[in-house]
């Protein structure tokens, strides 16, 4: 299945190849959006120019469907306390954490979206900004605290640091949980509950982001591109959901260099393309 006539077209293949490393790469600190510009140039899809900037980041939102499904499953027990707060009694104060982390992302997001969409065809910036979020990687795991907070423990203004670290992630290359993360050890949670806040806070985020593009996708889908965006968002959530099992026995059993290993994926990742592009 193409989307249109011409070779500057996406098909079934290639959707899949990219719902599986938008799955993986939107929770594990390897930033899902630079993925998503670098794949399709190092098996030369020759997409579009217009497909990129008019369609490229709704095709893509549809896979976060998936991704957010994942992290409510996953953390189903999280968000039936999260929720249960609103008719009972019981502390709201992990649901209002929340909400004050997802204002700076939903800000910036409304201000920048243009300039995030057209950057979906530039593979330069993605692989640079990758090797940048390798670095913030590494000094995160460098400088870190020893961390000993629960996710309640935290202020609201720590809050709002995680949520501004994490708009790090509207940037081509810098990874949504990766930012939070690393602003999460900086502020001294231990390594699960950073990763727990990472990923309860990206989930709004990821869900909001879907509502305001899937009806573009819907009204404005040139043929082929729903069913092939739906078949992603499916694909994607499965590895979404493998990845965030994995992430949360990595972060709960491994007390130091948990970034480590991420960290130099991403320098090797992004240096790699540079060298690549300079020589093609």
């Given at each position: 299945?193409?989307?249109?006539?011409?070779?500057?077209t996406?098909?079934?293949?290639?959707?899949?190849?990219?719902?599986i490393?938008?799955?993986?790469?939107?929770?594990?600190?390897?930033?899902s959006v630079a993925?998503s510009v670098?794949?399709p140039?190092?098996?030369?899809?020759?997409?579009s120019?217009?497909f990129?900037?008019n369609?490229?980041?709704?095709?893509?939102?549809?896979m976060?469907v998936g991704?957010?499904?994942?992290?409510l499953?996953?953390?189903?027990?999280d968000?039936?306390?999260?929720i249960?707060?609103?008719?009972?009694?019981?502390?709201?104060?992990t649901?209002?954490l929340?909400?004050v982390?997802?204002?700076p992302?939903v800000?910036l997001g409304?201000?920048?979206?243009k300039r995030i969409?057209?950057?979906?065809?530039?593979?330069?910036?993605?692989?640079?900004?990758l090797?940048?979020n390798?670095?913030?990687?590494?000094?995160g795991?460098?400088?870190?605290?020893?961390?000993?907070?629960?996710?309640?423990?935290?202020?609201?203004?720590?809050?709002?640091?995680?949520?501004?670290?994490q708009?790090?992630?509207?940037?081509?290359?810098?990874s949504?949980?990766?930012?939070?993360?690393?602003?999460g050890?900086?502020?001294g949670l231990?390594?699960?509950?950073?990763a727990r806040?990472?990923m309860?806070l990206?989930?709004?985020?990821?869900a909001g982001a879907?509502v305001?593009?899937?009806?573009?996708?819907?009204?404005?889908?040139p043929?082929?591109?729903l069913?092939?965006?739906?078949?992603?968002?499916?694909?994607?959530?499965?590895?979404?959901?493998l990845?965030?099992?994995?992430?949360?026995?990595w972060?709960?059993?491994?007390?130091?260099?948990?970034?480590?290993p991420f960290s130099?994926y991403?320098?090797?990742?992004g240096a790699?393309v540079?060298l690549?592009?300079?020589?093609?």
């Amino acid at each position: 299945m193409r989307l249109h006539k011409g070779e500057e077209t996406m098909n079934f293949l290639q959707t899949i190849i990219l719902a599986i490393v938008q799955g993986i790469s939107e929770l594990f600190p390897i930033s899902s959006v630079a993925h998503s510009v670098i794949v399709p140039y190092i098996f030369g899809w020759n997409l579009s120019e217009e497909f990129l900037k008019n369609n490229f980041l709704e095709f893509v939102v549809m896979m976060h469907v998936g991704t957010t499904l994942a992290l409510l499953l996953y953390f189903r027990k999280d968000w039936y306390q999260i929720i249960r707060s609103l008719f009972t009694r019981d502390s709201k104060k992990t649901l209002m954490l929340i909400v004050v982390g997802t204002i700076p992302a939903v800000i910036l997001g409304a201000l920048f979206e243009k300039r995030i969409t057209e950057a979906f065809s530039n593979v330069g910036l993605a692989a640079s900004f990758l090797i940048v979020n390798g670095v913030l990687l590494f000094l995160g795991e460098r400088f870190r605290q020893k961390g000993t907070k629960k996710l309640e423990e935290l202020t609201w203004w720590q809050a709002v640091i995680v949520g501004i670290f994490q708009s790090f992630a509207l940037i081509p290359g810098f990874s949504r949980s990766g930012s939070s993360m690393t602003a999460g050890f900086w502020l001294g949670l231990s390594n699960e509950e950073s990763a727990r806040f990472s990923m309860l806070l990206a989930t709004p985020v990821i869900a909001g982001a879907a509502v305001l593009e899937i009806p573009k996708l819907i009204q404005h889908h040139p043929a082929g591109l729903l069913g092939l965006s739906v078949t992603g968002g499916v694909v994607a959530g499965f590895f979404a959901f493998l990845s965030v099992y994995f992430l949360m026995h990595w972060f709960n059993r491994k007390e130091i260099n948990t970034m480590g290993p991420f960290s130099l994926y991403c320098i090797v990742m992004g240096a790699g393309v540079l060298l690549f592009k300079s020589l093609a």
